[in-house]
């Protein structure tokens, strides 16, 4: 994919992890406190903030339509569009591959 600002820490590997969190999110029924684990183990990978990766997952839950509108970017909607009907252990197999270090 494309359209990250250059200098961004965003990349497809950091929105496929918020794809994954999302999905195991929602597999698990939304728990509370999940979402800062999750967020705080992306954060520590990716080098992006907690807030940041937070906000993203929140995006991929308006995205697949369990919340309202957000201002989701072009690349969570495609990777929604491409990967979102995917379970969190294929997510996770997506994450390990090569596919995008």
């Not at 684990?37 to 520590?44: D, M, N, P, Q, V």
């Not at 990777?79 to 994450?95: D, F």
Request: charge should be positive; charged fraction near 20%.
């Amino acid at each position: 994919m494309a359209g990250y600002r250059s200098g961004s820490r965003w990349s497809d590997l950091n929105e496929l992890r918020c794809l994954l969190a999302y999905k195991q999110l929602e597999e698990a029924n939304f728990p509370r406190n999940k979402l800062s684990a999750l967020a705080k183990e992306i954060a520590h990978l990716s080098g992006l903030p907690v807030g940041s990766v937070k906000t993203k997952i929140g995006n991929y839950k308006s995205v697949a339509g369990i919340t309202g509108h957000s201002n989701a970017s072009q690349n969570t909607k495609s990777m929604y569009s491409q990967y979102g009907h995917l379970t969190s252990i294929k997510l996770q197999e997506l994450v390990n591959s090569d596919k995008y270090l």
